[in-house]
Each structure stands twice: as structure tokens, then as C-alpha cells.
């Protein structure tokens, strides 16, 4: 495991979710959903301790912490000098209830003593309006009322409220419960209450997992890049952030500092997929809704990225009152990205709809009516496949025929082409073959580059990119075509620092990239995996699950030098790319059992 500054867990609902590091402290909780005004911002607060909630034991002598197994419970034990210790569980509730999914915007601590008599001292510090510091607060009978942004935060506790406003420390005889929540009152009994609760949460996780169909290797880190995934869907709507922060930045000093707390329909395709082929369908349904209310009506250009309300508008700008992730801003609120043209989005969406029409174990199954509706998708595919766009990492000062953009397009044309074949639609399933072949025509032939011998990033451009190394898996080129092994060759060669993978090594509009992109490396590992070359691709493979943090968690992007993390946390891609290249490389359950 990799020592770093986001050695931290998250803990959510699928409405709402925190981080919280090795210590137990409460670093980051956007309230009360994914996007919203971070209660807890300590994570991008620079050298200021503020935006926070922690338990701080006198004389610390040790800290371990946890996930409790294949749950979304993180269990912190902190110990004293003398070996007095207080054990600390976080978590927000989810289970079924009534006929229906219990999530609500809540965050749950249970303080326990566990030897000895701890001396503990409870800190509770929210801001406002991105990185104010509240000091607004109202103190009840058994909660605390923080307020002054747009919703305001209640703490309904049995823990002493003086101890708890005054910061005072004091010993630990009884177990503690503490709910941040909406400011609405706690019903039940506060200690039964949280109990039930966290023990209806961690058998739905359980239950969750038991579930999952998964290969023999690796489980453990697949079971927590699943429970990962699922974490990053709101449920409500379907719709998949990419990560749960913004602004951490891609490399230090870098000035990349972007807000990817919305759903990048790119990357929830991504997630969609991880999640379907450990058979966790429900999160695809879920996102095929979200995406119909986007395209209802007449067809219209899609955006790359939406909020997890689809309507909400993410005009960027920038939160002066936060100074960033270790001080390095500036810290993001939206994204420009929501203006750009990327036409990727049209055959991500397509694709991530496919298994609707094809998996039988789906309760109810794509028809004639869905497909009409992404037939409006694939006319936009066809019509901008080979034009110039901002392309799948973004480029804020350029546009070029991006290579992956045009496969994304032909490989949303292919699929209708299948989807039409497969109702029994004999002349759309010719339209779409059709159309499809004139893009593949058109697209071989412009991003492939005789003098470097590979396929570009754009047409007729000399740089390399990654993303290309997804069109075999695509369907576009054959793995054994010799114009894609040369491809594969040329990208280890330029770019591949040490076991990393660049997304690409040409400057950008922020000058040469620094840090390695971690789904890039899953990607080499499957193109490696198609080529047979798999003994190369599981040493690759290997390596990168040491590239976790101590909970099992990645970010976006590993320094090559350091092997730090950096980048928003966790980042779906990479813990999509993680479980799709797990599956691909394991040995079966029966080839194991036969081997032993």
C-alpha cells in the first residue's frame, strides 16, 4: 500500500457520502447530497483546522482502522499510552425498510470504550459556503443546530453538548452516539436507534456482496472497488459521480484542479459496465433512467458531464475561502467541461444501454421504444464522428479529431446496428451497419499514422494517446491486427514511466503532464491481456493493487517518482478499470480447484 495524503475511507449511502482518515477524523462531507456545500472541508483547507469532526485521545499512542469486511462501515481503534482505547464507528445508514431503500442524508459515530478509561476530547467544526467557518450554533436539549449556509446541520447526541462546545476533554465511560444530519428532529431512541441501524447497514452490504458473481483472484480488492462504484451512484436519479471531490489536484502545483462531483456520463458507462459484469445490474437500470429523462423529447446535443439532478447548473468558479488540497488550489465549484463538445458521449451512452436489450436476468428488458430513443443518439454519433472536438481528457485550447472520440461514435452506431438486428428490425439494423462502416472507413484511415507506425491521438496528429488502446476492446481493430500491436508496442515505448502509463507526454493547455493516469494502466494491462501477453499484463496488474491506499481506495492519478496519489478520490474510473481487468486476468474457480 502506498503512503499518502488520501489514505482515507469513504463512507456513504448512495445519497450522501464522507471521507474519513486513519485518526477518525471526518475530513470531507458534501451536505446534503454529493455536490452540495462541504460541512466537513478539511481535506481542501489548507493549514486551517476547520470543516471537521474528529475524537482526539489524549496521549495517542495507535491508531488502526478498517473497513468491518465487505461492508461501507469503517471501525477506527485509537490507543493511549497506558492502553486505554476508544473504538470509533462511522457509517450512513442504507437498508431496506417498508418496501424501499432507507438513505437519508446522514452521517452516523458511535464512540466505544474499549479498555481502560480513555480521555477523549470531542471536536465538532463545519463551515459554510465553501470553507466559511460556522459560527452559528444553537445548542438543544440533545443536539446542536450549526448554521449560516443554504441548509443547515444538526448533531443529535448523547455525548455532553457542553464538553462537545467547548472542545473540553473528558473520560469516556459509556458508549457515545453522535448523528449529523438535516436539521429536522431524531426520532427513537438515540442509542437503540443507532445500533439497528448500524447493524441493518452492515447486513445490507453483506447481503450486497454475497450477490456478486466474481472470478477466484482478488477478491478482496474487487468486493471494495464494487462497494466503491456503488457508493458513487445517486440513487435517486441514477445518476454516477465521477469521484466525491473536487479540486485535489492531478499533480502538485499543477494548477488541474477540477470538480468531478457530477456525472461524466463517459465514466459512469465505465462504472456501468464494472458493475454489470459482477452481476450488479440495478445501477445500470438506474443510469438508463437518468439518461432517458436527459434525451426525453426531440434529440438534442448532449452535454459530457451533468449534476446528479440532471436540470442543475454547473457554471465553474472558484471557492476563495478554501485554500486547497495541501494548500495547492485553486479549489473548483463546477465545471467548465459542461460547454465543451465531446462526442464520446454519444456512444458511451449507447453502449452503457446495450446489455438492457441482451441480459436476460434484467426484470425488464429493453424494446422497439428504447431503441427508437438511442436511434436520435446514434443520428448525433453519425454526425459529429469524424468532426473535432475537446476529446476525453478535456483540453480547455484545442480541438482535433480525436481518435476515441470517433471509435466511442462508430461503437454506438455498431451496437444499434446489433440491438436492431436482435428486435427483429432488419432494415435499421442495415441503416446503422451501414453508417457504421462508412465511420470505421473514414476513421482507420485518419488516425492511423504510417510514419510513427500506430494509431494517433487525432487525425493526422504525431502524439500518442492511451485511449487508443481501447479499440480492440471497442471492436473497431482486431486484437492480432498488426496496426494495433504495433500501437500497444509504440504506447509502452513513450508512454510508460516505469510500470505507470501516461495518458499522453505532449504539453496541454497546462504544459507536460506530471502524473500517470491510473485507468490508463488497467487499460495496458487489457490490451497487453488481448495481444497474449498476459504473464506481462498480471505482473502489471499486480503492481498497480499496491498502488491502493490503506483502505483499498484509488484516486485518479499516481506520481511515477513518488507513487503518491493525486487527483479527486476516489476516482470511479480507476476503481472501474480495477475490477474489469481483475475479471480478465483471474483463474476460474474451477481451474483452481482442479490446479489444487
Sequence with gaps: M?????????VGNCRTAALVDARARLVWWCFPRFDGDPVFSRLLAGEEEKGFADVVLDDLAEARSDY???????????????????????????????????????????????AGLPRVTIRVRPTCNYGEPNLQRALGSSHIRYSGGDAAMRLTTDAPLSYIDREA????TRPLHLVFSTDVAFEGELATTCREFADRTRDYWQEWIRRLALSYEWQ????????????????????????????IPEAPGSGRTWDYRYCWLRDAFFVVRALNRIGATRTMEDFISYILTIVSGSPVELQPVYSVVATDPLEERVAPALAGYRGDGPVRIGNAAVMQNQHDTYGSVILAAQPMFFDRRLP???????????????????????????????????????????????????????????LG??????????????????LLEGAWNPKRGAFTAAFGAEDLDASVLLLAELGLVAPTDP????????????????????????????????????????????ALCAIGRKDEARELYVDALKLR???????????????????????????????????????SWEDHYWRS
Design 2 to 10: 502506498t503512503a499518502s495524503g488520501l489514505d482515507l475511507a469513504v
Design 364 to 422: 425488464r428488458m429493453g424494446d422497439e421504444a428504447l431503441f427508437h430513443r438511442l436511434e436520435g443518439l446514434g443520428q448525433l454519433a453519425y454526425e459529429v464522428a469524424l468532426k473535432p472536438d475537446a476529446g476525453i481528457w478535456e483540453f480547455r485550447g484545442r480541438k482535433r479529431v480525436h481518435t476515441h472520440s470517433a471509435a466511442m461514435c462508430w461503437a454506438g452506431l455498431h451496437r444499434l446496428a446489433a440491438i436492431a438486428a436482435h
Design 549 to 587: 491506499n490503506a483502505y483499498g481506495l484509488m484516486s485518479e492519478d499516481v506520481h511515477p517518482g513518488t507513487h503518491e496519489m493525486w487527483g479527486n478520490f476516489p476516482q470511479t474510473y480507476s476503481m472501474a478499470g480495477l475490477i474489469l481487468s481483475g475479471l480478465r486476468l483471474s483463474r
Design 220 to 247: 478482496d480488492p474487487i468486493i471494495r472497488a464494487a462497494i466503491t462504484l456503488k457508493l458513487s451512484e445517486f440513487e435517486e436519479t441514477g445518476g454516477i459521480v465521477a469521484a466525491h471531490t473536487t479540486s
Design 68 to 114: 468491518l469486511r465487505n461492508t461501507a462501515l469503517v471501525v477506527t481503534e485509537l490507543t493511549d499510552r497506558q492502553g486505554a482505547t476508544v473504538r470509533i464507528t462511522d457509517f450512513a445508514p442504507r437498508f431496506q425498510q417498508m418496501g424501499r431503500t432507507f438513505r437519508p442524508p446522514q452521517l452516523v459515530r458511535i464512540i466505544e470504550p474499549v
Design 483 to 526: 496496426r494495433f500491436v504495433a500501437t500497444v508496442e509504440a504506447i509502452e515505448r513513450e508512454l510508460k514511466r516505469g510500470w505507470h502509463v501516461m495518458r499522453y507526454a505532449s504539453p496541454d493547455d497546462f504544459g507536460a503532464p506530471e502524473t500517470a493516469f491510473l485507468i490508463c494502466r488497467f487499460w495496458l494491462i487489457d
Design 425 to 442: 428490425l432488419a432494415e435499421r439494423a442495415a441503416h446503422w451497419a451501414g453508417r457504421a462502416e462508412r465511420i470505421a472507413k473514414g
Design 169 to 172: 476533554p473528558f473520560v469516556l
